[in-house]
């Protein structure tokens, strides 16, 4: 038992430094070497958990994906406002992690071309789809207004978030919760049917805030 948590603590040491590389440097120029250096494991321990990098970067991947799907299975646990508060206060979780959380943030990387190792799907048409779900739903309980088009708003918010993500690289006030909060005061007006309006934080729910990404 204590060889395989050893094992496991290595792996997992792996991922997060070929994370932190591949964020900073891009999977191109991340090398196996520095990984593991970066990791405090030899280069044969790296070799023993994974076949290549390739197989590493599919692992980070797969370690995000589990992270998003926490998020987004949070939020739907958490639904009982409504599909819509479901959204901001997900969407807001979702922000919250990639200021934070070097893993989440290299694992949407990987599966957007900057990286993509090639294989599975990748996590921004996960949130994507996810997305349109919580639309659609909307549309269902009479949320939206009636000349909102839940395709459009799908591509305003996964638009939104993905410029968010991709400018935080540079000024991490892109990631921050009021910046978020003001693009849902501007774009719920637009969605939201008059009635649901009023009843819909912008800034995200006490409950929302409970949506963890690890």
């Known amino acids: 038992m204590a060889r395989q948590e050893r094992a496991l603590r290595t792996r997992n040491a792996l991922i997060e430094s070929a994370a932190e590389l591949f964020d900073r440097d891009g999977f191109e120029t991340a090398s196996l070497a520095t990984i593991s250096a970066r990791a405090g ?20 991947r797969e ?4 992270r998003l799907a926490r998020i987004t299975d949070g939020g739907a646990e958490r639904g009982d406002g409504g599909a819509l508060q479901m959204l901001i ?11 934070q959380d070097v893993v989440l943030r290299a694992g949407f990387d990987l ?3 900057r990286g993509a190792t090639g294989t599975g799907t990748d996590l921004c048409t996960r949130w994507r789809d996810w997305v349109e779900a919580a639309f659609a739903r909307a549309a269902r309980e009479g949320a939206l207004a009636p000349d909102a088009s839940a395709r459009d708003a799908t591509l305003a918010v996964v638009g939104a978030v993905a410029g968010f993500k991709a400018l935080g690289g540079r000024d991490p006030e892109w990631l921050s919760p009021d910046t978020l909060t003001r693009f849902w005061s501007l774009l719920l007006p637009r969605v939201a049917q008059e009635l649901t309006l009023g009843g819909l934080v912008a800034a995200g729910t006490a409950a929302g805030k409970e949506v963890l990404w690890f």
């Open 89 to 99: 206060d997900t969407s807001h979780a979702l922000v919250r992690g990639f200021g």
């Open 111 to 113: 599966g957007d071309g």
């Open 63 to 66: 370690a995000a994906a589990q």
């Open 41 to 60: 494991v030899s280069n044969g321990a790296l070799h023993f958990h994974f076949a290549s990098k390739a197989a590493l970067a599919e692992a980070v």
